[in-house]
């Protein structure tokens, strides 16, 4: 990734906050206060990740940055209330359970790098939606990720090349009813519409007809995929669409 220029907060004597442009090089950028010239501090970063053994070897590879926290879940980290000017949130093959998470973290001011490899354009977009500041590949080199990281804390964003492709307005499962995302978990575990129908307590011609809605909108990727392939390649198969219906659509 390229980094075209990096802003950090600086805090003078007084208390007072001011920003200022850094063209890369973090560590050579000297600050003169009072007569006196100190290296810039370097961004504060948290870190959440499961892994007993990531969190202990990042601050090894991420040098340029000053790890102030670790913690295994979101919920840790917001009971912390690190002063962290960046996040970096490790997702695994979770589909949309970290949606909530993104979201949590943007709405309490932290801003959220997602490390993932996770491939799937839609589930990338709902962490975009979420309020994720950057998404970097696992496959991506170290580099790319300082890189990344530099990047948003100087108030930018950053994504993965092969993430890229995500758009806020690809189509996205909350595009679709509640009704109609319990007819696709139902098609996509082999379900009949009459078995859909009776656990549902509707008609199995409005079965049918919830189904060929969900048809229409994803009719291209139908045509060579199965029900429990949409399901997967939007991210549905971790549990978003329960069996079980809770709402009339």
């Not at 912390?80 to 309490?108: H, Q, Y």
Request: glycine content about 8%; overall charge positive.
């Amino acid at each position: 990734m390229t980094i075209v220029e990096l802003v950090f907060p600086i805090t003078t004597p007084n208390g007072t906050a001011s920003t200022r442009s850094d063209p890369m090089n973090v560590h050579h950028r000297r600050r003169t206060i009072s007569g006196t010239t100190t290296p810039l501090a370097p961004p504060r970063l948290s870190v959440i990740d499961p892994n007993t053994l990531t969190r202990a070897g990042l601050p090894l590879v991420l040098t340029d940055f000053a790890i102030i926290g670790s913690f295994a879940t979101v919920e840790a980290m917001l009971a912390a209330r690190p002063r962290a000017d960046i996040t970096l949130l490790e997702v695994g093959d979770a589909g949309f359970r970290a949606e909530g998470g993104v979201r949590s973290l943007s709405r309490a001011g932290y801003r959220v790098c997602l490390y993932t490899f996770e491939y799937r354009q839609a589930v990338i977009a709902r962490y975009i939606a979420a309020g994720a500041r950057g998404v970097v590949s696992k496959a991506d080199p170290v580099d790319s990720l300082a890189g990344a990281l530099s990047r948003i804390a100087a108030g930018g964003t950053a994504i993965s090349e092969e993430f890229r492709a995500a758009r806020v307005g690809d189509p996205l499962p909350d595009k679709l009813t509640a009704r109609q995302l319990q007819i696709l978990a139902g098609r996509a575990r082999g379900e009949t519409f009459h078995s859909i129908a009776r656990r549902l307590e509707i008609s199995e011609r409005t079965a049918q007809d919830h189904w060929s809605a969900v048809a229409r909108r994803f009719e291209a990727f139908l045509r060579s995929h199965s029900p429990a392939d949409l399901e997967r390649s939007l991210g549905l198969d971790n549990g978003v669409a329960s069996l079980e219906y809770d709402e009339t659509r």
